[in-house]
């Protein structure tokens, strides 16, 4: 069964830095998806992706975060200028019709993200 | 805007009895809704969701749940717990009509099934 997968499983970097998380997609997918989770927090919408332009993003995302299909393969997350407060677990997420609020969302395995 | 509240963040059942899972929206439109699960070191999977139609919806590994509109609730049930479902659930909802699927999720439940 076709699945997201993320790279890499566990990101340690320190403040300042810039980090790049990457995801596929599912191959066929139109659609994708940033989410966030802070330890012991709901999970976040931080963007949405389609047709290689931003669709729609939190005020979580801020000039701080990019996004990213450099190819017909990898949606990437980009934090220019890393936080304490960016320790997170981030999720990828793609869906494949036409959009809308009944289409299903695949998840992958996440990239907990730690700033020290 | 729209909002989901989740009671319970540890729900603990012994295995054969019943799984409870609350949900409650809020949204000024009608909702699609949603429960993902979470197991250990894995991504969200979705257990289900209702759109349009029947209220009473059928999942993956015998759960269901029911859209109850007058009640703003959509909770989770199985009628008889097994080891396997330990996990977290999430519900979560996403705006009808919306140009994207933006999920909106509740802060998860914990469910430990005691043998």
């Known amino acids: 069964e076709p699945e997201v997968t993320q790279t890499p499983s566990h990101q340690v970097t320190q403040m300042g830095q810039e980090v790049i998380l990457r995801c596929v997609p599912i191959s066929n997918h139109l659609y994708f998806y940033w989410y966030r989770q802070i330890l012991g927090q709901k999970v976040e919408f931080l963007v949405s992706?389609?047709?290689?332009?931003?669709?729609?993003k939190s005020e979580i995302f801020d000039d701080q975060f990019s996004v990213e299909r450099p190819d017909g393969s990898n949606f990437t997350l980009k934090i220019r200028s890393t936080k304490l407060e960016d320790s997170a677990m981030y999720f990828c997420a793609s869906s494949g019709l036409a959009g809308g609020g009944s289409d299903t969302q695949y998840f992958g395995p996440g990239t907990r993200l730690t700033v020290l | 805007a729209q909002s989901v509240t989740q009671l319970g963040s540890h729900v603990s059942v012994s295995e054969g009895a019943l799984v409870l899972l609350r949900c409650n929206y809020s949204s000024s439109v009608p909702p699609y809704l949603f429960w993902y699960v979470q197991y250990p070191n894995q991504g969200l999977q979705l257990l289900l969701k209702?759109?349009?139609?029947?209220?009473l919806v059928k999942g993956i590994n015998g759960f269901e749940a029911e859209f109850k509109k007058s009640e703003t609730s959509f909770h989770l049930t199985k009628p008889s717990a097994h080891m396997s479902d330990a996990a977290e659930y999430f519900c979560?909802?996403?705006?009808?009509?919306?140009?994207?699927?933006?999920?909106?999720f509740g802060t998860g439940t914990l469910l430990a099934v005691q043998p």
């Open positions: 209702y759109t349009t139609g029947a209220t």
């Open positions: 979560a909802v996403s705006r009808y009509g919306g140009a994207t699927n933006k999920l909106i």
């Open positions: 992706f389609y047709n290689n332009e931003i669709s729609e």
